[in-house]
């Protein structure tokens, strides 16, 4: 081959490089292992994880099964090995795929319109909330107190570098729920979005309705977010917001130290030339027959560029993949089934240990530690019997350093509970 | 003559949305150990949604098959050769899939204790630390979620440091040559982007470049090698031009698969830089993602990082979040860790020596197709190349054939195609990747493909233009998808 291009040692194929910019001595990197040594390194690490424990984290990503069959579909190397399909017509596998998940994602928000998935919720909600600012032509954005803090700091930091004023909002003490006085307060005619999570970081139920109509009546938009999916297999879809940017974690997705994970964003019919991202749109081909293809790329990078929506290229597509997969295992019948064991589940657990807000929760709540103790403390005493238990909240709210957030989800064993129980009174 | 396909039966398969019938289940789930829970009272019976009107009811084996049809509708690397330019669409290890699943990895909390995260960590730690070495660069982050991201998160970084020294300037400049993201990225960081004019050998303009720098310009973003797959000779002094203003030089590592082991972007005069780990360091496309977008930055950008970094303890590693000047977070966590583990295995894989080899091998394949197609397709650069090579259509044009057509007509020889009018600067573009790990058999298959349409332009142009022919599905009509759009199924 060196030889067909003329050349006689593979150094001259870097000759356009000027010498100072190449480096002379080998990389300092030691020489190729072979797989089972890879194997067996991995092993070793995975064994100095959590590897064994039972858990009750969840605060935004959450322990829930998944079924062989996802992971036997998203291994064939015709989903996992593509590229973006950009070839319509070699590309119709992924093309429906993301056309079902769009689909599903608009069943479940309640919204007109979705898009091919985000990198996670923390990204989605400031591409929301930079939608509500072209949309509206305001620049403040209002956050609840109660949204992810790890969303609020990935929004604070989008959103210091383009001039937006970001003001937070707080949360009705005795019920966990949005303080609406505090928000009615805060809105103006400068305010493009407010942005509520609904469950909230507490595990609450928020009322959608009213900060929308609050929103609504200055005229701003509501951006509602959630972390935990699953609890839209029973709860009341998000229906008043304008923008719905939330997290796919809990459908097969593994937690895997915080991601790869699949965010959404979706939104009300006419708001569709502001989503950013990749959309799949029906159309037919040259013979007539139904296809599938990438569409609206007007409002993307690689044909807009500085105007463009958005700058996402590459998704999640594979993890949305995961996310399809599961739904359409569970289905109708089965989120329901799997929202409501988690919901008894945790409410189990309510009955064990007094979740400190009043505000209706679905699968996590807060509790306080009981006088003379800490969360850290009780964490410490749970790792002894192979027990995470929930997240000290203080790094978060130090109005709630002695308050932990306790999750439980289909795959929590009573035992588990009942022990958790035990040490947090004992 | 076409060598490398022959058609087969694929089956039919509808939405699944139209495969439902009530009543179907391809879930299961364990009998409640607790006390059943009645919804309507525990939330609220206006906080309980109805049946979810349209979702999908159907068995196990039902969704089993509606994907593995679906799946046989695609074309992918594990059937053959992807040239996409830019993509950089090589081989996906398996073994990579595999060690990412470790119950230990794929199951770690992002909030367990760090005492129970080590392993976790140590991915962390190890890849960064690899990293580094590759690009020759002081220090990294893991955060960002793709390519963009990181882009994004670089000129973040850029603007934290000016803004720290006083100003955070207004603009960044942009090769017209550059990958949309480039300028989308400018702009979201809110900066006002000015397009740099690329000189008649296709690359960075010095004297254009001199005049448009001043102490106004934030950061070039420049792509070495560029999007044409060269490299741009004169970085070094492009470098200095911006040094002397103040002002910091971004690199799109997109293409970093042609350096590796040969040359260090922190060598010859970057500051900041993304790497798409799922490029380079082959972590699987996936149908568009996930990816990684690692960001490697001088020491003067250091401090500016996104929390948490890691600290490396004398025996442990921890997580700091006392950054004061860092730019906060560009994303919840620590990143796409499920990639990272991937793009560690690779690394650790090939081995300083075997990424060097990758390199060459990456190389070789692109200057080997260049020299066999260079008779057959307008060379508008006719430079040594790297990893890719870009011709133009301007002799098919003259018959009537684009770009697009012979993409498209690649399909029924069995191939996918090559990227298409990108970069913008030349007009009718075939950009084409073969990457390394692509053997001389397959690359000669598409050699051959390729002149074999070169001359069905020339002899029947026709086949060209409605091609393809081979495909379930013909040429799609996007712009009837665009006019109304249909995004989502109804009853
Ligand atoms: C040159 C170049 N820059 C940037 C990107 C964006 O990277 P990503 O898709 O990972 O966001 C790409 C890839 O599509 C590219 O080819």
Known sequence: MLAACGLTSTDQLFGQIPAEARIHEALNLAPGISEFEIVDYFKGLSDRTSNGYASFLGAGVYNHYRPVV?????????????????????????????????????????????????????????????????ITGRHRILVAKSVHPEYRMVQETYAKNQGLPIEEFGYDAETGQLDLADLEAKLSKEVACVIIQTPNFFGIIEDVKKAAELAHAHGALLVATFSEAASLGILAPPVDADIVAGELQSFAISPSYGGPFAGIIASKEKYIRQLPGRLVGET???????????????????????????????????????????????????????ATQNLAKAHYLGTKIRPHFSGPYFNEFVAAAPAGKTPEGINEALLEKKIIGGLPLGRFYPELSGATLLCATEMTKRADMDTLAEVFHS | ????????????????????????????????????????????????????????????????????RLSTWNYAIDLGMYPLGSCTMKYNPRINEAVARLEGLAWSHPYQPESLSQGAMEVVAKLEDALCEITGLDDITLQPAAGAHGELTGILLVRAMLEAQGNPRKRILVPDSAHGTNPATAGIAGYAVQNVRSNDQGMIDLEELARLADEDVAALM????????????NIMRAAEILHSKGSMVYMDGANLNALVGVARPGDFGIDVMHINLHKTFSTPHGGGGPGGGPVAVKKHLAPFLPVPRLKRLKDAFAWDYDVPQSIGKVRAF???????????????????????????????????????????????????????????????????????????????????????????????ALMIEPTETESKQELDLFIDAMISIAQEVDEEPAKVTSAPHATRTSRVDETTAARKPIVRWKP
């Open chain 2, 222 to 233: 420049v792509t070495n090698p560029n999007t044409l797959g060269v490299f741009e000779e």
């Open chain 2, 1 to 68: 003559m076409i060598r490398k396909v022959r058609s087969h039966i694929t089956q039919n398969e509808d939405l699944i949305f139209e495969r439902s019938s009530p009543g179907k289940v391809g879930y299961q789930l364990p009998a409640l150990d607790v006390p059943e829970a009645d919804p309507s009272a525990l939330l609220g019976a206006a906080n309980v949604r109805g049946e979810i009107e349209g979702f999908p009811e159907v068995s196990e084996v039902e969704v089993v098959r509606h994907f593995t």
């Open chain 1, 70 to 134: 996802v992971d036997t579909i998203v291994s064939r190397g015709e989903f996992l090995t593509s590229y973006t399909p950009y070839q319509s017509e070699i590309s119709q596998g992924t093309l429906i795929t993301i056309f079902e998940f769009q689909t599903m994602v608009c069943q479940l928000t309640g919204m007109d319109v979705a898009n091919a998935s985000m990198y996670d919720a923390s990204t989605a909600v400031p591409e929301a909330a930079m939608m509500a600012v072209r």
């Open chain 1, 284 to 338: 037919k081909d040259s013979n007539g027959n139904r296809a599938f293809c990438l569409t609206l790329a007007t409002r993307e990078q690689h044909i807009r560029r500085e105007k463009a929506t958005s700058n996402i290229c590459t998704n999640q597509a594979l993890i949305a993949l995961m996310a399809t997969v599961y739904l359409e295992l569970y289905g109708k019948q089965g989120l329901r089934e799997l």
């Open chain 2, 334 to 428: 620590y990143g796409n860790f499920g990639v990272l583990v991937r793009a560690l295995a690779y690394i650790l894989a090939h081995g300083g020596p075997g990424l060097r080899n990758a390199t060459v091998d990456a190389v070789l394949n692109a200057n080997y197709i260049r020299h066999k197609l260079a008779p057959y397709f307008d060379l508008p650069y006719n430079r040594p190349n790297m990893h890719e090579v870009v011709f133009s259509d301007d002799r098919q044009s003259a018959k009537g054939v684009r770009t697009g057509d012979m993409a498209k007509r690649l399909i029924d020889y069995g191939f996918h195609p090559y990227t298409v009018s990108f970069p913008l600067i030349v007009h009718g």
